[in-house]
């Protein structure tokens, strides 16, 4: 097999690591403290931001266009229509704009 098939499978078996260890860590707790809670429910936000971030440093017209309209749609609709919206004008930007 190639180093790419390798790393690949490495990478799939560290991420589901991490997430079956957080799940058996948090699982052994009967009570929950509400601030781990708060921080807990903060982590999809964090990781949002960590993927939005550098696209939108250097980011062209067209990724703009993608984020303002993910950023309104945000407001009235719920993640996954801000996802689906931001990809539909991001893929349609990127295919006739030129």
Do not use: C, K
């Not at 550098?54 to 017209?61: D, F, I, K, T, V």
């Not at 996954?80 to 990809?87: E, H, P, R, S």
């Amino acid at each position: 097999m190639s180093a790419t098939l390798w790393i690949i499978i490495a990478g799939a078996i560290a991420t589901y690591l991490t997430r079956v260890g957080g799940h058996l860590v948090i699982s052994r707790f009967d009570h929950i403290h509400p601030r781990v809670e708060a921080g807990l429910n903060a982590v999809p936000a964090a990781v949002l931001t960590t993927l939005v971030a550098p696209a939108a440093l250097s980011a062209g017209p067209t990724e703009w266009a993608a984020l303002v309209v993910a950023a309104v749609v945000s407001l009235r609709g719920g993640l996954m229509a801000m996802f689906l919206a931001g990809a539909v004008v991001l893929v349609l930007a990127r295919q006739f704009v030129p």
